[in-house]
């Protein structure tokens, strides 16, 4: 069983949809948890950052955790087709040295058609 | 300002051949993290390095597979008599201090060299 799973997709929503995300994972020590967005050939960028249960807004991007669960999701409202990329979740036990090593997901394409 | 800069960006090599992937942290960062991202498969850990010293190797294949970080110079990760499965795309990131990537900071990944094997 992988640590962090999460659905590849391709996902194909029409603009200004609310898309939804998701990964479930199984290591407990999993403390921290990003979501990266990666276009096309180029390196990923960190979107959003959580460390507690909750939801945290920035923007059109929301975030939930639920550590209960192991569960963890993204949501983009009034999706735009600039949001065409893959979606990668990661996660880390946290920091300082071995620990704060990112275990990714696959990643989910999500194209957002005009 | 410039971000976290890998070369080169496109990598051809027989099999057999030597693989030198290099990459220069942002500027005042010390550490550096080295990942594998195969075809539809997410980014694999390979190696973390602080300069000169390497911290957690566990992601790294036991054989032909090496990373440095010198004191001056860029990261190196070198791959020896390279393999048709070695072909992927090789990440490096870079922070300044040991928390990581798990900080609420401006994303720090290069752009990436794609090695293939031929």
């Known amino acids: 069983q992988k640590e962090v799973e999460q659905d590849p997709g391709p996902l194909s929503v029409p603009e200004g949809a609310i898309v939804s995300l998701n990964c479930t994972y199984s290591?407990?020590?999993?403390?921290?948890f990003m979501w990266y967005r990666q276009y096309s050939r180029k390196g990923p960028e960190l979107l959003m950052y959580?460390?507690?249960?909750g939801n945290k807004e920035d923007g059109r991007f929301t975030a939930q955790v639920d550590k209960s669960s192991k569960y963890i999701s993204l949501f983009i409202r009034d999706s735009q087709p600039s949001d065409s990329a893959t979606y990668l979740c990661?996660?880390?036990?946290?920091?300082?040295?071995?620990?704060?090593?990112?275990?990714f997901g696959t990643g989910t394409l999500l194209a957002v058609q005009p | 300002n410039a971000g976290v800069m890998q070369n080169p960006r496109h990598l051809v090599r027989r099999r057999g051949q030597e693989a030198r992937l290099r990459c220069s942290p942002m500027?005042?960062?010390?550490?550096v993290y080295w990942y594998r991202q195969l075809p539809e498969e997410g980014l694999k850990f390979m190696v973390y390095?602080?300069?000169?010293?390497?911290?957690?190797e566990s992601g790294m294949p036991k054989e032909r597979f090496s990373a440095e970080f010198p004191k001056e110079g860029p990261s190196i990760l070198r791959i020896q008599q390279v393999v048709r499965g070695d072909s992927a795309a090789y990440f490096c990131?870079?922070?300044?201090?040991?928390?990581?990537?798990?900080?609420?900071?401006?994303?720090?990944f290069g752009q990436g060299t794609r090695l293939t094997v031929v």
């Open positions: 990131a870079s922070s300044p201090t040991d928390r990581g990537l798990s900080m609420n900071t401006e994303a720090f």
């Open positions: 290591n407990s020590a999993f403390q921290y």
């Open positions: 959580t460390y507690s249960s």
């Open positions: 990661a996660m880390s036990a946290g920091y300082g040295g071995a620990t704060n090593k990112l275990i």
């Open positions: 500027k005042g960062h010390s550490h």
């Open positions: 390095l602080q300069k000169e010293n390497i911290i957690d």
